[in-house]
């Protein structure tokens, strides 16, 4: 079970609007901790998609954006587009039990109908 | 170019040994902070180690501690991650990642993995 959660699956048709939500805990995102978001290609290299809950990465098209309310953090995708489909995930810093530890959601698979 | 390519997964049986290697072009490795995170079949993305620059300051996974080891040579410009007695849930693609500075920090770049796995 990861710390942070996130859901398994989210879909949506092409051009629509989809959110995947990262849920944590005050040890993690609810101490402010910064958030940032991967897109990953199953047999490829994961790529930084948001850096630091707001900020996309170099190269990533504007239609990605993450936003956060307290211990949770969302990832939108607006114009859902065919080479969109892919797992994501979230990732940001934990220090419960004063032991230091980078932390990942359990990842959500984007699909586009 | 910046990239980064593991290496030295393959089979071994539990309580087996492996060394992964991780090796690093295109950008000045001794200014980063390296991990290693791993996947399991069919499961998420699990971190495993960190190593900050210099190598003196290391951090584990409670699932690895005592059995894993992360390591760096900054002439060489490798990363490593010595896997000592093996166990079946080990089994995972494992991915180099590196970190800049601090320790929120992304990861902003990642190789494509080399597979381990472990089994009788």
């Known amino acids: 079970q990861s710390v942070l959660t996130q859901p398994p699956s989210v879909s949506g048709a092409p051009g629509q609007r989809v959110t995947i939500s990262c849920t944590g805990s005050?040890?993690?995102?609810?101490?402010?901790?910064?958030v940032h978001w991967y897109q990953h290609l199953p047999g490829t290299a994961p790529k930084l998609l948001i850096v630091a809950t707001v900020n996309r990465a170099s190269g990533v098209p504007a239609r990605f954006s993450g936003s956060k309310s307290g211990p949770s953090a969302s990832l939108a995708i607006t114009g859902l587009q065919a080479e969109d489909e892919a797992d994501y995930y979230c990732q940001s810093y934990d220090t419960s039990l004063s032991v230091s530890n980078w932390v990942f959601g359990g990842g959500t698979r984007v699909t586009v109908l | 170019q910046v990239q980064l390519l593991e290496s030295g997964g393959g089979v071994v049986q539990p309580g087996r040994s492996l060394r992964l290697s991780c090796a690093s072009s295109?950008?000045?490795?001794?200014?980063?902070?390296m991990n290693w995170v791993r996947q399991a079949p069919g499961k998420g993305l699990e971190w495993v180690a960190l190593i900050w620059y210099d190598g003196k300051t290391k951090y584990y996974a409670d699932s690895v501690k005592g059995r894993f080891t992360i390591s760096r040579d900054n002439s060489r410009n490798i990363l490593y991650l010595q896997m000592n007695d093996l166990r079946p849930e080990d089994t995972a693609l494992y991915y180099c990642a590196r970190i800049y500075d601090t320790n929120t920090s992304p990861f902003d770049l990642w190789g494509q993995g080399t597979l381990v796995t472990v089994s009788s």
């Open positions: 005050r040890s993690n995102i609810g101490a402010g901790y910064d």
């Open positions: 295109g950008f000045i490795f001794g200014s980063f902070g």
